[in-house]
């Protein structure tokens, strides 16, 4: 069966520190993946997301993953982050074969002013 | 355009009583899906329609639980009997057409609590 591990559950982080978020994922055939966002108090929202061909992929607000066949990984990086991004991150994965998504459990991210 | 929307935004109810969730997908969207996420933990998939194509429920924890998609548009996922392990917050989803690599819009989420 599928699965989506985010391995951090609460990061805290300084404002213009870098930001690296990890998500694994267990499924042996074609995956497409997301980052969902949750800020406080809104819907979830997509950040970005894999279908094919660049394994790098860039979303809003200077978000980026990169997909990692070999090691089963799609992690979330930002080079400098903002009060702003606090709020809580999916990773999520759809095999091609289905249209439900699994979901990660989640990591909270808190930035400091 | 209006997105996705769910009603009601919140919702008490005594263990043992059924509660009905309301989803608006978005116009023209023939996906929809329902997800249950609880405190502190990621999103649970409940259920996903794609047009007039048989339900898939597999997520859906117990006989409980049931969702209908009236006319390809509004949705109601029914609890019977709530149960105090129930209480999450209850999301709906929407996309085109239920396709690979789609996009699901997401509505606000309804929250239950079973008392």
């Known amino acids: 069966a599928q699965s989506v591990s985010q391995h951090n559950h609460h990061v805290i982080l300084s404002e213009a520190a870098s930001l690296e978020l990890g998500c694994n994922y267990s499924y042996g055939g074609t995956v497409n993946l997301f980052w969902y966002v949750q800020y406080p108090g809104q819907h979830l929202q997509l950040l970005l997301k894999y279908f094919s061909g660049d394994p790098l992929v860039k979303g809003i607000k200077g978000f980026e993953a990169e997909f990692i066949k070999s090691k089963f990984s799609f992690n979330l990086r930002k080079p400098s982050v903002q009060w702003s991004d606090t709020a809580e991150y999916f990773c999520?994965?759809?095999?091609?074969?289905?249209?439900?998504?699994?979901f990660g459990s989640g990591t909270r991210l808190s930035i400091r002013p | 355009g209006a997105g996705v929307s769910q009603s009601p935004s919140n919702k008490v109810t005594e263990k043992g009583k059924d509660v009905e969730l309301r989803c608006d997908p978005i116009s023209g969207h023939t996906a929809l899906y329902w997800y249950r996420q609880s405190l502190g933990q990621g999103l649970e998939f409940l259920i996903y329609?794609?047009?007039?194509?048989?339900?898939?429920k597999s997520g859906l924890p117990s006989d409980r639980f049931s969702a209908e998609r009236t006319g390809g548009s509004v949705s109601t996922l029914t609890i019977q009997r709530t149960q105090q392990e129930d209480s999450a917050v209850y999301l709906c989803a929407s996309s085109l057409g239920g396709r690979e690599g789609e996009t699901q819009y997401f509505g606000p989420g309804t929250r239950l609590l079973v008392l």
């Open positions: 999520a994965v759809m095999s091609s074969s289905a249209s439900k998504i699994i």
């Open positions: 329609f794609q047009g007039n194509s048989a339900p898939d």
